[in-house]
């Protein structure tokens, strides 16, 4: 991915209708294939000036697939009166330094920390070794394992790396998967017990955490039926996943 910032400055009296342009311009800008995001922004401090970020997946699709492609023009048109307005208009490459701040609260902490996960599965597999059609695979578990299952969970809700720290990271979890064979109706059956134990255990059920959570409980698990098959190959080292709130954070009334 590359990202190209433009810097216009607009007088203040042709603000809204340079907005309301890109408004329009944003319909064609979103249905091209090479762009991966956008946002105009428009200086506080100064407000004359604006900025345009556009995120691309390469520099070469950009200025070849969509210039030369079936949206541009129409972008285009809408953008024209403007383009003599530019200041600046370069390519960047994004580098390993970026994060979320902590005005948005991880899903660890929102779920409750560690002690909420380790409620989550003591319970969970409670009901695990009840349930006919998954007691083959987990009768044989160790006591502690519900315990470094939440830990694993901490940890890629963005909590302490615990399992990093103490159990080996993605390496020793994707092992313990191999050669169990497991089918999609335990795989499903999983999925719906540990909801099942959440709700039990009253892990928060906005709609933003319960989306966020099941998004990565259903790759999770789908990961996890994958390197169960015979034969599977997975990479054994690989980063341990990190989760977070996709498209919708929580809701904090003001």
Avoid at 11 to 28: I, K, L, M, T
């Amino acid at each position: 991915m590359i990202v190209e910032y433009i810097r216009y400055r607009i007088d203040p009296q042709d603000a809204e209708a340079f907005e309301a342009a890109y408004a329009r311009a944003s319909v064609p800008l979103a249905a091209a294939p090479q762009c991966v995001d956008y946002e105009l922004s428009r200086c506080v401090d100064e407000p004359s000036s604006y900025i345009l970020r556009i995120g691309w997946t390469s520099a070469d699709d950009h200025m070849q697939g969509f210039r030369g492609g079936e949206y541009f023009p129409a972008f285009f048109a809408e953008i024209k009166p403007y383009v003599q307005r530019i200041e600046e208009m370069r390519h960047y490459e994004r580098t390993p330094v970026r994060g979320a701040g902590s005005s948005v609260p991880t899903m660890y902490d929102w779920a409750g920390g560690g002690e909420a996960l380790e409620r989550l599965t003591e319970v969970f597999y409670g009901h695990v070794l009840k349930d006919d059609l998954l007691r083959p695979l987990f009768e044989h578990m160790p006591p502690d394992h519900p315990h470094w299952v939440a830990a694993w969970l901490g940890e890629v809700f963005r909590g302490p790396e615990r399992y990093s720290g103490e159990r080996g990271g993605y390496h020793h979890m994707v092992r313990q998967h191999l050669g169990k064979g497991i089918s999609e109706a335990q795989r499903r059956r999983w999925v719906t017990l540990l909801m099942d134990a959440a709700d039990e255990v009253g892990l928060p059920g906005d709609p933003e955490f319960r989306a966020a959570f099941t998004s990565y409980i259903e790759w999770g698990t789908r990961i996890a039926l994958e390197n169960s098959q015979p034969g599977a190959k997975p990479p054994l080292e690989a980063p341990m996943p990190h989760w977070g709130w996709g498209v919708a954070p929580p809701y904090i009334p003001s």
